[in-house]
């Protein structure tokens, strides 16, 4: 990669995502919340482009498993992205959870770090639209946009505590850094 990290993972994901209006909208948002934290964390450019490409694999052209974190983390591999952010991608938002329901196996390890925990408030305190939310908001807005019966909400059921664990841990971060 010959550009800034940054500038790269956003026009990746404004190129791959622009025939989903509302999913762009949401990594926009990401995006954004993430610059709020980035100072926090111990590489502030992997964290604002693993904001802009968390979902990079909702594009159109990029599913293969049809589990969106795998999906992205394949394709940026592909695209020669440091391991380290595919490492962030597929394991945004607990999806080590949804992964096991749906058989899937996650390739890379979930650093659990300040930087991951940061990736996921940001992608949390996000709504789909792109706008800033309660953590728990967004929980109970992903469990009624699915229904109860959908891998994704029970997935993210399960996952809460350890979501809620992450965005707290994110929260004393941004105290701290201010």
Known sequence: MHEDLVEWAEKLAREHLREIPP???HVEGVARQSRRI???????DLLV????LHDIGYGPGLVETGFHPLDGAEFLRVQGAPDRLCALV???SCAHVEARH???????PDERTALRDALWWADMTTTPTGEVTDVRERLAE????YGPDHVVAQSI??????????VNRTES???IAK
Do not use: G, K
């Open 23 to 25: 999913r762009l909208s």
């Open 38 to 44: 980035a100072d926090a964390v111990d590489d502030p």
């Open 49 to 52: 482009a693993a904001a802009w």
């Open 90 to 92: 597929a394991n945004h």
């Open 102 to 108: 749906r058989d899937l196996p996650l390739l890379w």
């Open 142 to 145: 992903v469990r009624q946009r």
């Open 157 to 166: 059921a399960e996952a809460a505590p350890e979501i809620l664990d992450a």
């Open 173 to 175: 971060l941004r105290r």
